[in-house]
């Protein structure tokens, strides 16, 4: 259940990697080096596959895979893209590599490029990540300067270059289509799929979009190699993986930790310090707010892709909302529900409608004003979303909802009866774990 | 702002983007720098900088939470009420906030202009909860209901920036 420090390279070496030099005497820019120097580039698409890396941004799709789609002959110039838009409620991993790690996701991106024969690599990063993105431009500079990238980045005359893209305020811009549509000067809205950015993205190129982290992951998995990645874990959750933590546990941060070895209740208790004194766990949205929600029967699942699915929930971008005995669950769910409604892009009446409804429903019980049939008609609002709508932002609304009435049926009945008790939240300066 | 400045900064910019509507994000951030908000002019600006329409620049700002086509206060304070920040107090620390200047729970820019305070869905910074973003300054917190008299002081002491990013 131990700690680890892989993708989080700042805290082995003990401080911040921001400036160059530290980052190569930990050993930064050697897994580039080899690569680019004795490794094919099939080869480096290769390893990817076997290290069974999958992607961190929520869908957990093999990166590997996903990397041998891209034609190997496109007459078109080949993108990757990196998607910092972190905007899943809940999640706040990104946001740690970027400004104390850069050059690991610079590296990571230009091996990525390298496997998949291309020679430019774009950061879209969300807007209100100003701070972060000035650290990434510090370190875009002396990645430059040092010739780790530009016109010989991948070997002599190979070039790649790498540019930062600022977003304005949206989180469907995280969504890869969202985002593409938005790096091209377009309004961010999801495109039908297919085609699939592999074949036809970023100006109808074959691109690869991964995730800040998933691509921060690989300078170590070409460094020590794929079977060390894949020997942590199990068959299908390999590695190591960054978990947010955040609401009521006394520590909340950043804890990178191996997939399997360790469980929702180790999480939140040993390593997160648990509840204040007199609290209880109650609920728990571990993969983001995008995810079926958890009760305390679920506490000793193993934190890996399987187990939670098996569980009835998604390890998703492992943004991991805990929750005690304090709050009621037809408010929180409210406050979900009022995201997506804030969120959802319009573009599909389903989703665009039925978030409007769902809050009101919702909006409804919790101020007392509710009827006991609203609880059945809250359910029947979210079936008639899904499979109606163009992207996965409409499930992330109805997976939270649906959820909590399922294995909350006494309380959203009781709330249906006498509204929610008043808030009290937890107001305490507990600070969050360095990471 | 006019073109030819939006133009200066897009210069360095525009061998990364293979269509010049790419630069339209970037254009309409910097152009927001000069009053922290986007008018007609500024939309004007970037159409031109960028070989679109202003109703086509328009259309695309409209769609982004940061982008400003209304007057705004001096600076920007954003709040998250997202659920990582509910549990932890941000509802008290934001109609504490709107309280204080004077405000209805929609929020809203103060009297005198001095600052607008809004609403926000989550900023990333969950474990600092309940988190404040002044304009694009780093995300603070936790800054709890009790401080928020000190921290709307310490926001209007600041001087203004020359460049206001958002
Ligand atoms: C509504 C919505 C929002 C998303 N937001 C993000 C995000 O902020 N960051 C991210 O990496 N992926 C996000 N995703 C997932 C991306 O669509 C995509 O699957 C991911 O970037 C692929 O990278 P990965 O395979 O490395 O995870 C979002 C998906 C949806 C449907
Ligand atoms: S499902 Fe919702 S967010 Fe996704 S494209 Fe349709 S309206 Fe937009
Ligand atoms: S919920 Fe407020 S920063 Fe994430």
């Given at each position: ?238 590695g190591v993986k960054i978990f947010s933590v955040s609401g009521h546990v006394m520590r ?184 | ?138 995300t603070e917190g936790p800054v709890l209901p009790d401080e928020a008299e000190e921290f ?15």
């Open positions: 259940m131990p700690i680890r420090n892989i993708v989080y390279r700042h805290l082995e070496h003990g401080g911040d990697l921001t400036a160059l030099s530290d980052y190569e005497a930990s050993g930064g820019w050697k897994a580039l080096e080899t690569a680019t120097a004795h490794m094919e580039r099939d080869d480096v698409l290769y390893a990817l596959h076997r290290s069974v890396l999958r992607g961190r941004g929520g869908a957990g799709f093999p990166m590997g895979r996903k990397a041998s789609f891209i034609p190997k002959d496109a007459e078109k110039p080949v993108y990757v893209v990196c998607n910092a838009d972190e905007s899943e409620p809940g999640t706040f991993k990104d946001r740690a590599i970027m400004e104390h790690n850069p050059f690991q996701l610079l590296e990571g991106i230009a091996l990525a490029g390298y496997a998949i024969r291309s020679r430019h690599g774009y950061i879209y990063i969300r807007g209100e990540y100003e701070h972060q993105a000035r650290a990434l431009d510090r370190a875009l500079e002396a990645a430059y300067s040092a010739g780790h990238l530009g016109p010989d980045a991948h070997g002599p005359g190979e070039p790649f270059d790498i540019t930062l893209h600022r977003g304005a305020g949206a989180y469907i811009c995280g969504e890869e289509t969202g985002l593409l549509e938005s790096l091209e000067g377009k309004r961010g809205q999801p495109r039908l799929k297919p085609p699939f950015p592999a074949v036809a993205g970023l100006w109808e190129s074959p691109t690869l979009i991964n995730n800040v982290e998933t691509l921060a992951s690989v300078p170590p998995i070409i460094e020590h190699g794929a079977d060390w990645w894949a020997q942590m874990g199990t068959e299908k959750s390999t909340p941060g950043n804890y990178e930790i191996v997939l399997h070895d360790t469980s929702l209740r180790e999480l939140i208790y040993d390593i997160c310090g648990g509840f204040r004194p007199g609290r209880d766990f109650k609920a728990c949205w571990v993969g983001g707010s995008s995810v079926p929600v958890l009760t305390k029967e679920h506490l000793d699942v193993a934190l890996d892709y399987e187990s939670l699915q098996a569980a009835g929930t998604f390890l998703g971008s492992a943004g991991c909302i805990v929750m005690d005995d304090s709050e009621c669950i037809v408010r929180a769910t409210l406050r979900l529900a009022e995201f997506y409604r804030h969120e959802s892009c319009g573009k599909c009446s389903p989703c665009r409608e039925g978030t409007m409804w769902m809050v009101k429903l919702l909006d409804r019980l919790v101020n007392g004003e509710g009827r006991p049939e609203d609880v059945d008609l809250l359910l029947k609002v979210s079936g008639r979303i899904q499979g109606r709508v163009l992207c996965a932002l409409a499930d992330g609304a109805v997976a939270p909802i649906a959820s909590a009435v399922h294995l909350f049926p006494d309380e959203f009945a009781e709330v249906a009866r006498n509204g929610s008790p008043p808030p009290t939240p937890m107001i305490e300066s507990t600070a969050g774990a360095a990471a | 702002m006019n073109a030819d400045q939006v133009n200066a900064y897009l210069a360095p910019l525009r061998d990364r983007y293979p269509e010049s509507r790419a630069l339209i994000l970037p254009a309409l951030k910097y152009a927001q720098t000069e009053k922290g908000w986007l008018d007609l002019e500024d939309l004007e600006a970037v159409a031109e900088a960028t070989g679109l329409t202003s109703a086509y620049v328009e259309s695309v700002a409209s769609f982004y939470d940061r982008l400003y086509l209304r007057p705004t206060g001096r600076r920007i304070v954003s709040v998250c009420v997202t659920l990582s920040c509910m549990l932890r107090g941000s509802d008290q620390l934001y109609a504490r906030l709107c309280d204080l200047e004077g405000l209805p729970p929609e929020g809203g820019t103060s009297e005198d202009g001095g600052v607008t305070i809004q609403t926000a869905q989550c900023l990333g910074y969950c474990d600092k909860a309940p988190c404040v973003q002044v304009d694009v300054d780093e709307l002081a310490k926001v209007r002491a600041a001087a203004q920036p020359t460049e206001v990013w958002r």
